[in-house]
């Protein structure tokens, strides 16, 4: 487009009236479109800048609400610090009004336990005892004497006195001579302290409890304890006291004394009776059951002694009827009971009787140790894992009766000595392990010599016998079976076993269940002496190489067998060709 100052200056330079017009009308049409030009690009400018206006309108609207929300976030925050301040400091007052509470409980129960901590102790005789029973006191420690019926307690210094109690041991607490706070927490400590009571709890609900037989509940009557006065009703009455009201627990009786019963006493279900190594004694008592125990799952007897009637003479076991113990249920346990003078030790022949644990347990001086005669009973559901561990048995008539084929029974680490004869077993299993056997049939040893020639018998029915790791110290005795019962039922055996007894040649020697047997070369048989032969033990022979290993290639076999004399004849397929040992296992 030509610029309208060249269209001016053709206008000014026309000459015809066409040449003018023609200039004229293209110089308007110029100014025309440049006008037009111009305009177009001034609303084109205007349209831009409206855009930009508006643009920048929404810029600021949205800057002011992101601003309002800032200033509102700042003000809550402004408001949470504040009050986070407040909190804390109330929080800090509170830690420190806690910590000063604390320091003055903890001081209080200082005081308490300083001043009135009750700590019971067994009683002592004297007050001279006092220091020798408990030298190295700790403050609260408690104890009373019997001479006096006096308290006394230690305050870190000296042992004080706190009182008198009362000759039937209730508890009367009225001399103590303390303020009456201090008596009040005492009075309460007496009702758990001072009978050493313990409770414990499951599920919030009361499930056992310890008491002292000295020292019982109010309403009780204390043991004596002083082999004078009968206790027995006194124990039943706090046995059946502690099942009555908690269900189960423990009685605890006082330590190293005689008490006298006249009377039969029943453990109740999930009670034990504790003796601290006091003595029961029931010699006055006539043929009674001494103890009867009916329940299952825990332990009735622990470190008690229980004497019988009987003087332990043979002459008096004829006419003793009495029984010691007497079980009946399953899961039961015994710890550390000694059982004496009685015509049964222990009474195991009970129908629902099973599942039993002796460990620890003496029984001697007895008719009969151990009675489990179940078929004499007609007993069933019994018998099952009759277990004795670490026991002893001695100085008997008799130290076990056993019959039935269900009655199984085990005796580990066990000790059974100087008894007429040790065990009776008709058609029962007996295990024996790491067991030691001892008697004399011509010399007394205690109360009793064997008058028999043997250890075991296993009756008309017969009996299965194991023994493992065992010792038969029978001196001049020469069997540890009866020679003369035999029944097909009937087994023993005999694994790594060594005997000390009398050969029919006079002999006292040592024999092992598992013996080797030497023969010269050019020897057809040889010939061995045990104490483990009887007709129902089995011997085998097996040939065995010489001190040179020089193998004799032979056949050994047991070619006969004396059960009277104890001899066994071993006898070869062919002469021997070297010196060497055959071995007989009665295995």
Same mark, same amino acid.
């Given at each position: 487009?030509?610029?309208?100052?060249?269209?001016?200056?053709?206008?000014?330079?026309?000459?015809l009236?066409?040449?003018?017009?023609?200039?004229?009308?293209?110089?308007?049409?110029?100014i025309?479109?440049?006008?037009?030009?111009?305009?177009?690009?001034?609303?084109?400018?205007?349209?831009?800048?409206?855009?930009?206006?508006t643009?920048?309108?929404?810029?600021? @609207?949205?800057?002011? &609400?992101?601003? /309002?929300? *800032?200033?509102?976030a700042?003000?809550? #925050?402004? !408001?949470? =610090?504040?009050? %986070? @301040?407040?909190?804390t &400091?109330?929080a /800090?007052? *509170?830690?420190?009004?806690?910590n000063? #509470?604390? !320091?003055? =409980?903890?001081? %209080?129960?200082?005081?308490?336990?300083?001043? /009135?901590?009750?700590?019971?102790?067994?009683?002592?005789?004297?007050?001279?005892?006092?220091?020798?029973?408990?030298?190295?006191?700790?403050?609260?420690?408690?104890?009373?004497?019997?001479?006096?019926?006096?308290?006394?307690?230690?305050?870190?210094?000296s042992?004080?006195?706190?009182?008198?109690?009362?000759?039937?041991k209730?508890?009367?607490?009225?001399?103590?001579?303390?303020?009456?706070?201090?008596?009040?927490?005492?009075?309460?400590?007496?009702?758990?302290?001072?009978?050493?009571?313990?409770?414990?709890?499951?599920?919030?609900?009361?499930?056992?409890?310890?008491?002292?037989?000295?020292?019982?509940?109010?309403?009780?009557?204390?043991?004596?304890?002083?082999?004078?006065?009968?206790?027995s009703?006194?124990?039943?009455?706090?046995?059946?006291?502690?099942?009555?009201?908690?269900?189960?627990?423990?009685?605890?009786?006082?330590?190293?004394?005689?008490?006298?019963?006249?009377?039969?006493?029943?453990?109740?279900?999930?009670?034990t009776?504790i003796?601290?190594?006091?003595?029961l004694?029931?010699?006055?008592?006539?043929?009674?059951?001494?103890?009867?125990?009916?329940?299952?799952?825990?332990?009735?007897?622990?470190?008690?002694?229980?004497?019988?009637?009987?003087?332990?003479?043979?002459?008096?076991?004829?006419?003793?009827?009495?029984?010691?113990?007497?079980v009946?249920g399953?899961?039961?346990n015994?710890?550390?009971?000694?059982?004496?003078?009685?015509?049964?030790?222990?009474?195991?022949?009970?129908?629902?009787?099973?599942?039993?644990?002796?460990?620890?347990?003496?029984?001697?001086l007895c008719?009969?140790?151990?009675?489990?005669?179940?078929?004499?009973?007609?007993?069933?559901?019994?018998?099952?894992?009759i277990?004795?561990?670490?026991?002893?048995?001695?100085?008997?008539?008799?130290?076990c009766?056993?019959?039935?084929?269900?009655?199984?029974?085990?005796?580990?680490?066990?000790?059974?000595?100087?008894?007429?004869?040790?065990?009776?077993?008709?058609?029962?299993?007996?295990f024996f392990?790491?067991?030691?056997?001892?008697?004399?049939?011509?010399?007394?040893?205690?109360?009793?010599?064997?008058?028999?020639?043997?250890?075991?018998?296993?009756g008309?029915?017969?009996?299965?016998?194991?023994?493992t790791?065992?010792?038969?110290?029978i001196?001049?005795?020469?069997?540890?079976i009866?020679?003369?019962?035999f029944?097909?039922?009937?087994?023993?055996?005999?694994?790594?076993?060594?005997?000390?007894?009398?050969?029919?040649?006079?002999?006292t020697?040592?024999?092992?269940?598992?013996?080797n047997?030497?023969?010269?070369?050019g020897?057809?048989?040889?010939?061995?002496?045990?104490?483990f032969?009887?007709?129902?033990?089995?011997?085998?022979?097996?040939s065995?190489?010489?001190?040179?290993?020089?193998?004799?290639?032979?056949?050994?076999?047991?070619?006969?067998?004396?059960?009277?004399?104890?001899?066994?004849?071993?006898?070869?397929?062919?002469?021997?060709?070297h010196?060497?040992?055959?071995?007989?296992?009665?295995?």
């Amino acid at each position: 487009m030509a610029s309208i100052s060249d269209k001016i200056l053709a206008i000014r330079n026309a000459i015809l009236g066409k040449e003018v017009r023609s200039s004229i009308a293209d110089g308007i049409e110029a100014i025309n479109n440049q006008v037009d030009q111009y305009t177009q690009n001034e609303n084109n400018r205007i349209s831009a800048e409206n855009e930009r206006v508006t643009n920048e309108n929404e810029r600021v @609207t949205e800057f002011n &609400t992101f601003k /309002t929300e *800032a200033e509102t976030a700042t003000n809550n #925050a402004n !408001t949470a =610090a504040s009050a %986070a @301040t407040t909190a804390t &400091t109330n929080a /800090t007052n *509170a830690a420190s009004a806690a910590n000063t #509470a604390a !320091t003055s =409980a903890n001081s %209080a129960v200082n005081n308490i336990n300083n001043n /009135t901590l009750i700590i019971w102790k067994p009683y002592v005789n004297t007050y001279a005892d006092i220091a020798t029973t408990y030298p190295n006191p700790s403050i609260g420690w408690a104890t009373q004497t019997v001479d006096t019926h006096t308290r006394y307690r230690w305050n870190s210094s000296s042992w004080v006195n706190i009182g008198v109690y009362s000759d039937d041991k209730t508890g009367d607490m009225s001399q103590i001579s303390e303020t009456n706070l201090v008596q009040a927490i005492l009075n309460d400590r007496l009702q758990l302290s001072d009978k050493q009571t313990q409770i414990t709890y499951n599920n919030n609900k009361l499930e056992g409890i310890q008491i002292n037989a000295l020292y019982p509940p109010t309403g009780q009557i204390a043991v004596h304890a002083d082999n004078i006065v009968d206790d027995s009703m006194i124990i039943q009455n706090l046995l059946n006291y502690i099942s009555t009201n908690f269900g189960s627990g423990s009685l605890m009786l006082p330590p190293n004394k005689i008490l006298k019963c006249s009377n039969g006493i029943t453990i109740p279900q999930g009670v034990t009776l504790i003796g601290n190594g006091s003595l029961l004694d029931f010699s006055s008592a006539g043929n009674i059951v001494a103890i009867t125990i009916n329940g299952s799952g825990f332990t009735p007897l622990s470190n008690i002694n229980i004497k019988g009637n009987n003087t332990g003479n043979a002459s008096n076991f004829s006419t003793t009827t009495s029984t010691g113990l007497s079980v009946i249920g399953n899961k039961l346990n015994f710890h550390k009971v000694s059982i004496y003078y009685f015509n049964y030790g222990i009474d195991l022949a009970h129908s629902n009787t099973y599942l039993i644990t002796l460990d620890y347990c003496n029984i001697y001086l007895c008719a009969i140790d151990i009675y489990a005669d179940l078929y004499s009973r007609s007993a069933t559901t019994a018998g099952e894992r009759i277990t004795f561990n670490n026991c002893n048995f001695f100085n008997s008539q008799l130290i076990c009766k056993a019959s039935s084929n269900a009655l199984d029974m085990y005796f580990n680490n066990c000790s059974c000595d100087y008894s007429n004869y040790f065990f009776s077993v008709n058609d029962a299993m007996l295990f024996f392990n790491n067991c030691h056997f001892e008697s004399n049939s011509s010399g007394t040893s205690g109360s009793w010599y064997s008058s028999v020639n043997y250890l075991f018998d296993t009756g008309s029915s017969g009996g299965r016998l194991l023994f493992t790791n065992c010792l038969f110290d029978i001196f001049n005795m020469s069997l540890v079976i009866n020679s003369t019962n035999f029944n097909a039922n009937a087994k023993v055996c005999f694994t790594n076993c060594i005997g000390y007894y009398k050969n029919s040649l006079g002999t006292t020697t040592n024999c092992y269940s598992d013996e080797n047997i030497f023969a010269y070369a050019g020897a057809t048989s040889a010939t061995m002496y045990s104490c483990f032969i009887s007709q129902i033990t089995y011997p085998f022979a097996i040939s065995s190489c010489n001190w040179n290993n020089m193998q004799n290639n032979v056949t050994a076999y047991i070619s006969a067998v004396d059960v009277v004399n104890g001899k066994i004849t071993i006898s070869f397929s062919s002469t021997l060709p070297h010196n060497g040992y055959t071995r007989v296992s009665f295995g």
